[in-house]
Every structure is written in structure tokens, then in C-alpha cells.
């Protein structure tokens, strides 16, 4: 019965499938599988601006959104509804063919990348050799529609925006992909899905989880990080910065286009933390082997959700670093921890189970944390301001 | 060490998003068209003409001496003045208002005419819900939408209301207490010539 209800989209899937003309078989079965991905998780990120401005609202104490049907739950249908029916502007100095390519290549590029991750159990729309490898090629596309976007708006605070969000996320790619090496390192593999197999198993009924282990803690974290620079969500949010550069790179667009931006954001962060769950969070994995008995695609999106509260959870409460900042902290501290991690990932490997193997890998992340934390804050004295006028 | 100061600043937000379900305290905002705040006295938005007694047309203080219409900086009020007298709330006869329009989208608040007005006819309405579907007729109030009774007036500025009611009070009764002495002088002086008079002859 477990079983059923576990596989129950998989069994759904084959039944169709058998019910069609042999010729026609593949592309049934393809679009079986792509369609869900285009319905839930746009889906998805309808619920999440509800729940982001409703979790925004409450951590600044307000309501949030309350107007549009029952405690404001149809803001989303609303916002959904006046996006399509603005005008869409184009300016008239615009490059108006990467001005329309923009938007739909960040949100073709945020697609592709669902396409190898692991939802469930022998949920997967392609089991790629190199899925992680094909996630970042995919996933960089990103960079190309922000800067298309940013280019061909002819605007100073676009073409600033973009300028800003190349200089981020090429810093942030790189911690980025290091800290995701040691899972691929561990696991000798780059499929999505046998990274997830292979943190299924079971000691005293605690999942093999990498984020169990101290480089996979200090890797998610890391990863954690950068997936925020990535994705250019507070406190990395300089190439949209409201109140600087009013919204960046899309600052001229309007309508559906804009929406559509919002959307590839959206999907972008849920893809990497996707990536994320896959390579530390057990995938579709439960993490006690009592609680196996739920579905494996409710925990994926369980865990899925957690992330997505955890990146609000961080919106509400971290300003907007500097320019200067960023660079200082993707240069100085998370590429070295994150090449630290991969020596740390070495010893872990080879050094025998056991107690000492936890306390030595923990200090060999531990102590360098400590030392190029005070090494950032070198030179800096951190107080309150006094104001002389105010107050 | 790095780190600290988001652990602290997290675990805020964390208390606030807590403590916003659990204490009403918290979220301050008031839920607007169901919830109403008092407006405070001194809150003034656009003017009104104030009549006395329950007659609109009877009561309105407004004696048409077109003062407020010159003194008005955007000039947004129209005046035409009455050929006839009228009789007004103390029993003098006096001109009235034929017309009296106030264009409420070119109104900027500033209180001018409440201030020149000698006869304390026009004070600041707090109405604030103005919006109207139609731009030019919908914001042009004519005299009827403009008067209102000196009772609203209470309730809205209570105070300063009550300082206009006695001032007027004051007034009206030294004008009463000139015109009986005016006219014991008259009876005196003409009782005097009446006598002296008679004594000559």
C-alpha cells in the first residue's frame, strides 16, 4: 500500500502511456512528465508571494496582504490578473529583440533546470550522468537574460543593475559550485539521482544525509549562500536594489514581462534550493527511517517549502550588503572555506570512522571560520551609531 | 565571530513573526474602512456653511459679503449675492446667498475663508471620503451639500465650536443691550423734549 501511494504518480504515468498509439508513445510520455513541472511550480510561486508578503508582513508586524478573498489568500489571482492586462512598454531606444528574448530566457533557463532533479522516488524527468554538471551549465543561462535584459533596456539604472548582477553571481558561481563538489566527490557521481540513492540508507534510523556530516554542513551552508547570491535574494538583492536603482535590470519592463521576471526569480530559487535538498537534504528521502512510510514527494516538497520559508525567514531580517561587501565576502571568506571544504571532504574520506574523524573534520572547518571571519571584520569596529542631530 | 550578529537578528524576526500571532499589541495597524480612528479636533479637510436652528435655507449665517470669494488663494469659491433681503437667526434682515459653489477639487485646505468670514458662517469640514465617480459635477458642491448644521459643527470641533457659540452669544447680547439703551436714550430724550416743550408754552 506504502508502495502504491508512493509510486502512485509513476503508476499513473505508465497507465497513460500504455493507453496510446505505440508512435505516439515518447511524446506522451514526455509531455506527461513536463507538464506537472510547468503546472506546480508556477503553481508553487503563486503560494509563495502570498506567503512571503504575509511572512514579510507579520516579522514587521502588519497583516500583509488582507483584501482579496478570505485573509487576502486570492492577492496572487489578483497580481496575476493586473500583470496581464497592463501595457507593456517597450522603449524606443530599446534593442526590441533582446528586449523581448530577456524574460524568456530567464524563465526557459529556470525551467530547464528541473528537468534533473529528483521530486521522488523514480520521479526524475531526466536521469542525465552529469545532471549536477547540466544543472549549472543551465542554471549560469540566468546571468545571460539578467544582462540581456539589463543591455537592451537602454537605461543607466538597468544597464547598472546588470553590471552589478554579472559581478555577483560570476563571484558567487564559483563558492557556489565548490561547495557542491564535495557531495560529488563523497558520492562518485554526478547523477542527481544516485546522489540521492546513495543518502537514503539508514544507521540507528538516522538518513545518511551529507548535511549530517561536518563538510556537508559547512558545504550547505556555503551552497546556502551563494544559492541566495544566485538567485539574487536579499541580502544579495544589489542588481534589482529598490531603493537604489529603482529594479535594476528590469527596470523598463512592464506588464506581463515584468511578471515574468518575478516568475523566473521564483523558479530559480526554487530549482537551486531543489539542487540543495538533492545534494544535502536527502533528496525525496526521509530523514528518520520511522517516517519512511510518507511519501517520498511530500517530503521533497516538504523540504522544499522549509527552504523556501527559510529564504523569507532571511529577507526579513538582513539589509542589503554593499557593493564592496559582496566582493569582500565572496573572495576573502566563502572561496576559501569552500576550498578548505574540499580538503576537509579528503580527510573525511580517508580517515577512519569514528569519533576522531568528526572532531578533526570539524575543526578543520571549524577554526578557519572563526579566523577569516575576525580577518573580514579586520580593521572594522562594529557599534552603535551615535546621532548627534537625531534623537 | 562572524555570524553572531545574524544569528541575533534572526531570532528577532523570529520573535516578531511569533509575537505577531499571539499579542493583538503588536500589529498597530488599524484595519481602515472597519476599524475608524476619532479624527483629532484640529483636523480640517474642506468647508461647510453652518445654519443654526433646522432649517438649512432659514438658518445659513451667510450673509453673501463675498469676502471668502476675493480673500480665496485658488479662488474655488462662486458666490452670487440675493437681490431681496432675508431675515437671518437674530431677526435682522439681511442679503443671502443665491448661489454658493465650492470646488472641491480646487479647494487646497488652506482655512482662509474661515478666517476672514466676520460672521463665523463657514468653518472646516473633517469629511474626508470625497471621491465621487463623476470629476467636474461630483467635486462642485452647491450651497445644500455645503450647509450643515451648527450641531455637526459640535460634534466635529466641540471645542471650537463652543468658542464661536459664546462669542456670538457675547455679541448678540451687547448688540441687544446698545439697541435697548439706543432706544431708552431715543424715549428719554424724546419724553425731555416732549416736557421741556410743554414747559415753554
Known amino acids: 500500500m506504502t508502495e502504491t501511494v508512493d509510486q502512485i504518480f509513476v503508476i499513473f504515468k505508465h497507465w497513460i502511456v500504455m493507453h496510446v498509439p505505440a508512435p505516439w508513445q515518447t511524446l506522451v510520455s514526455l509531455l506527461v512528465s513536463v507538464l506537472p513541472i510547468l503546472a506546480v511550480f508556477p503553481g508553487l510561486f503563486a503560494i509563495t508571494t502570498i506567503l512571503e508578503r504575509k511572512g514579510l508582513g507579520r516579522i514587521q508586524n502588519r497583516y500583509g496582504p488582507n483584501r482579496v478573498g478570505p485573509w487576502g489568500i486570492l492577492q ?47 520521479m526524475v524527468l531526466t536521469n542525465l550522468d552529469a545532471g549536477v554538471l547540466f544543472y549549472f551549465a543551465v542554471s549560469s543561462l540566468t546571468e545571460l537574460g539578467v544582462f540581456m535584459a539589463g543591455w537592451s533596456s537602454r537605461n543607466k539604472y538597468s544597464l547598472l543593475g546588470a553590471m552589478r548582477a554579472i559581478a555577483q553571481m560570476i563571484s558567487y558561481e564559483m563558492p557556489l559550485i565548490l561547495s557542491a563538489v564535495p557531495v560529488l566527490m563523497v558520492a562518485g557521481t554526478l547523477s542527481t539521482v544516485s546522489i540521492v540513492e546513495q543518502q537514503t540508507a539508514h544507521t540507528a534510523g538516522i538518513a545518511h544525509w551529507n548535511v549530517f556530516t561536518p563538510w556537508g554542513f559547512a558545504g550547505f551552508i556555503l551552497f546556502m549562500i551563494s544559492s541566495l547570491a544566485e538567485t539574487n535574494r536579499s541580502p544579495f538583492d544589489l542588481p534589482e536594489g529598490e531603493s537604489e536603482i529603482i529594479a535594476g535590470y528590469y527596470i523598463e519592463y512592464s506588464g506581463f514581462k515584468f511578471a515574468l521576471f518575478f516568475l523566473g526569480e521564483y523558479l530559480g530559487m526554487f530549482a537551486i534550493s531543489g539542487l540543495a535538498i538533492t545534494l544535502f537534504l536527502g533528496g525525496w528521502s526521509a530523514p528518520f527511517a520511522f517516517l519512511s512510510w510518507i511519501p517520498s514527494y511530500v517530503w521533497f516538497f516538504a523540504k522544499l517549502l522549509m527552504m523556501i520559508m527559510g529564504f523569507i525567514w532571511i529577507r526579513g531580517t538582513m539589509p542589503r550588503l554593499r557593493m564592496d561587501q559582496l566582493m569582500n565576502f565572496a573572495w576573502k571568506f566563502m572561496l576559501p572555506m569552500a576550498l578548505l571544504n574540499l580538503v576537509n571532504t579528503g580527510l573525511w574520506r580517508f580517515l577512519p570512522t569514528g569519533i576522531t574523524r568528526w572532531i578533526v573534520c570539524s575543526l578543520v572547518v571549524g577554526i578557519p571560520y572563526v579566523l577569516l571571519g575576525r580577518g573580514l571584520m579586520h580593521g572594522k569596529k562594529l557599534e552603535n551609531r551615535v546621532y548627534s542631530f537625531a534623537e | 565571530m562572524l555570524g553572531e550578529g545574524i544569528i541575533k537578528g534572526l531570532s528577532e524576526t523570529a520573535r516578531n513573526f511569533l509575537g505577531s500571532f499571539v499579542s493583538k499589541e503588536r500589529l498597530t495597524t488599524v484595519q481602515f474602512p472597519e476599524e475608524r480612528l476619532p479624527r483629532a479636533e484640529s483636523s480640517r479637510n474642506f468647508p461647510f456653511l453652518v445654519f443654526d436652528g433646522d432649517d438649512w435655507q432659514q438658518g445659513l449665517r451667510c450673509v453673501s459679503c463675498q469676502i471668502c470669494e476675493k480673500e480665496c488663494p485658488p479662488q474655488c469659491i462662486h458666490i452670487v449675492k440675493s437681490k431681496d433681503k432675508k431675515m437671518d437667526a437674530a431677526g435682522k434682515p439681511q442679503f443671502y446667498p443665491e448661489v454658493f459653489d465650492i470646488d472641491v ?59 464661536v457659540d459664546a462669542a456670538l452669544a457675547e455679541e448678540r447680547a451687547k448688540a441687544e443691550a446698545k439697541a435697548k439703551a439706543a432706544a431708552e436714550a431715543k424715549a428719554k430724550a424724546a419724553a425731555t423734549a416732549a416736557s421741556g416743550g410743554a414747559a415753554e408754552k
Open chain 1, 76 to 122: 496572487p489571482l489578483a497580481d496575476g490578473v493586473k500583470a496581464l492586462i497592463k501595457e507593456d512598454i517597450v522603449p524606443r531606444s530599446a534593442d526590441k529583440l533582446v528586449h523581448f528574448l530577456a524574460p524568456l530566457v530567464i524563465v526557459m533557463a529556470a525551467f530547464l533546470a528541473y528537468s534533473v532533479l529528483p521530486f521522488g522516488r523514480n
Open chain 2, 105 to 163: 477639487s480646487v479647494c487646497m485646505s488652506c482655512q482662509i475663508c474661515v478666517e476672514v468670514c466676520p460672521f463665523d458662517a463657514i468653518k472646516m469640514d473633517n469629511e474626508f471620503e470625497l471621491s465621487t465617480e463623476d470629476r467636474f459635477g461630483g467635486l462642485l458642491f452647491n450651497k445644500q451639500q455645503l450647509a450643515k448644521s451648527n450641531t455637526y459643527y459640535h460634534q466635529i470641533h466641540p471645542l471650537e465650536a463652543a468658542q
